[in-house]
């Protein structure tokens, strides 16, 4: 989204814990990876870490997914995240 010039991303769906599941969707079929604990702490690190790089940008992020365990972006009401 950054490349393509965006100002403003509202994250979605980032739960970035698997307390309430894995998936919206269910677990994959034993032949598929699942989501570890391990892999969404890293992944969790990444978007946290991205916070600094992106504001220092001047890109507004903001967090409307209400479960999310992200704290580097504000967390903010879906439908009030679509209103901006």
Request: glycine share 8%.
């Amino acid at each position: 989204a950054v490349q393509f010039g965006v100002r403003r991303i509202v994250l979605v769906g980032y739960d970035m814990t698997l307390t309430n599941g894995v998936h919206w969707h269910g677990r994959h079929p034993a032949a598929l990876n699942n989501p570890t604990t391990g892999n969404v702490a890293r992944w969790r690190r990444v978007i946290e870490a991205a916070a600094t790089t992106l504001a220092g940008l001047g890109i507004e992020v903001v967090n409307a997914s209400p479960l999310s365990a992200l704290q580097a972006y504000p967390k903010v009401p879906f439908e009030e995240a679509l209103a901006c």
